[in-house]
């Protein structure tokens, strides 16, 4: 099973950014997939997921309406399309799936797989 997050780099305030999440060994249309960051010096957090069976899709607070996580199954592929980028958003950006039993909902129960990250700076 791998997962790989790419895309990622330089961009201005107010820019944007598409990351791909390329998966081989579990496919978006049965598990779930999700995004996570880590900024520097801070926590890791959520930053939002698709689920397999419906593809219904859910964000954190801070990007709900600049930040969109969409899938094309033929190609085992999650992107997350990330507006209106603020130097906030500055981080490495992960995706990570669950068991394929769990949907978006129930990612406390654990991530069972990780991908690298790829690095995404705002910054003017």
């Known amino acids: 099973v791998q997962l790989q997050a790419s895309g990622g780099g330089l961009v201005q305030p107010g820019g944007s950014l598409r990351l791909t999440c390329a998966t081989s060994?579990?496919?978006?249309?049965?598990?779930?997939i999700a995004w996570f960051r880590q900024a520097p010096g801070k926590e890791r957090e959520g930053v939002g997921c698709?689920?397999?069976?419906?593809?219904?899709?859910h964000y954190t607070t801070s990007v709900k309406g600049r930040f969109i996580i969409s899938r094309d199954n033929a190609k085992n592929t999650v992107y997350l399309q990330m507006n209106g980028l603020k130097p906030e958003d500055t981080a490495v950006y992960y995706c990570a799936a669950p068991d394929s039993k769990y949907g978006c909902l129930e990612l406390g129960r654990g991530l069972k797989y990780w991908g690298k990250g790829t690095l995404v700076t705002v910054s003017s």
């Open positions: 060994g579990v496919t978006p249309d049965h598990y779930a």
């Open positions: 698709i689920n397999g069976r419906d593809g219904a899709t």
